[in-house]
């Protein structure tokens, strides 16, 4: 449904990425490389795209620890909790969502135009569909996990 919402051919909204994100903490790095390649797979099957989609995501799953150590203390970091709004407060999940999704598009998006030429479209194309990208994930994290949060009450 989301490839279809390709706006001006700028605006390209990936939220698939969104499921690598939310991985728990303590999730084995082996798999999810795994899983970050057979849901960039699967979407390349749909989109019709060799292979851009599960390079991406497989990279983006392969810097995740990085980042979500470099963002998250280790203290603050429980055993099986996912990197939401709720576990860790807004700023550090949009800071670490931010920088996984910029990484990810411009890998996805540089990737698919393979060329220099348009070095700074493919780079204006990567940092507007990444800001839509950010604030998708972040409306839907907010939304739905406080959504989820009181209903447990």
């Not at 099957?45 to 280790?74: D, E, Q, Y």
């Not at 030429?117 to 990208?133: D, G, K, Q």
Request: aromatic share 18%.
């Amino acid at each position: 449904m989301l490839n279809h919402m390709n706006i001006s051919g700028y605006l390209n909204p990936l939220l698939y990425i969104m499921f690598i994100l939310l991985l728990p903490f303590d999730f084995s790095r082996p798999w999810s490389l795994v899983l970050a390649f057979l849901l960039g797979y699967s979407v390349d099957l749909f989109s019709g795209t060799p292979g851009m989609h599960a390079a991406a995501t497989v990279f983006v799953a392969f810097l995740r620890p990085f980042f979500l150590n470099a963002i998250v203390k280790r203290e603050d970091d429980e055993i099986d909790a996912e990197p939401t709004v709720q576990n860790l407060g807004f700023r550090k999940v949009l800071s670490f969502n931010a920088i996984m999704v910029i990484i990810h598009h411009l890998v996805f998006f540089y990737i698919e135009a393979f060329r220099l030429s348009e070095f700074f479209a493919t780079l204006w194309r990567s940092v507007l569909s990444s800001i839509f990208t950010i604030i998708f994930i972040m409306l839907i994290q907010v939304l739905f996990f406080s959504w989820q949060k009181k209903r447990k009450l």
